[in-house]
């Protein structure tokens, strides 16, 4: 079962401009991480935001972290078209030695 | 995806034949990982690994074998390959904690 949901499932924005992914869970967590995925290739890790921190920043990317409302938002700014891909949130719960579940991601199309 | 390689890229198997998808890690991570990933139902873990020779079963074990008797292998095996298992796999590394590292996937698909 999906622990995390993320919204929109598409966003199309115009170079340049900021994206703005969301991303809810539904059970206590240790982490919250970010991924990217291109088309066809496998997923890059973006970053990771421990349950007690609230922000995080990296490079372009910044996350933050809501554990009262169980969600987490991923913003990148000044978006180019190599951003275009899909952006996975992913939990880890428990001891953390069980893995990670992921939503069904998010896809961002950056316009030219 | 350095460091983290899954063969064969591509698979066309038969329905009923056995299989095996092979992952190999230089890190020397402790942890590995099997997902697939399927259109409408993201990544699901199949199995994982805290260290050699210990695996344990994930969300959607059944029909899946893994072994990992050598702490940078963890290969994956259909046992007897059905339509429902047509999918992309990806293996994963890690340390406990830390940021999941992905191969670049096998593409597999049963007929």
């Known amino acids: 079962s999906q622990q995390g949901e993320e919204d929109p499932q598409a966003l199309s924005i115009q170079e340049g401009e900021n994206a703005t992914m969301n991303c809810s869970y539904k059970?206590?967590?240790?982490?919250l991480q970010w991924y990217r995925q291109n088309s066809g290739r496998g997923l890059v890790h973006l970053i990771l935001?421990?349950?007690?921190?609230r922000e995080k920043h990296s490079g372009r990317l910044r996350v933050t972290l809501d554990t009262s409302k169980k969600s987490s938002s991923l913003l990148i700014t000044a978006s180019r078209a190599a951003d275009t891909a899909s952006y996975f949130c992913a939990t880890e719960a428990g001891g953390g030695a069980d893995g990670l579940t992921f939503g069904k991601g998010t896809h961002l199309i950056i316009q030219p | 995806d350095a460091g983290i390689t899954q063969s064969p890229r591509y698979k066309i198997t038969e329905t009923g034949r056995q299989v095996t998808l092979m992952c190999h890690q230089t890190?020397?991570?402790?942890?590995m990982f099997w997902y697939r990933q399927d259109l409408g139902h993201g990544l699901r873990l199949i199995y994982y690994s805290a260290a050699a020779d210990i695996t344990d079963k994930g969300e959607v074990s059944d029909g899946y074998v893994v072994s990992r008797s050598k702490t940078e292998n963890f290969p994956l095996t259909l046992e007897s390959a059905t339509r429902s298992q047509t999918s992309v796999y990806f293996c994963?590394?890690?340390?406990?904690?830390?940021?999941?590292?992905f191969g670049s996937g096998t593409r597999l698909t049963v007929v």
């Open positions: 890190w020397s991570h402790s942890y």
């Open positions: 059970t206590s967590i240790n982490n």
């Open positions: 935001i421990r349950s007690n921190e």
């Open positions: 994963a590394s890690s340390e406990l904690g830390d940021g999941y590292t």
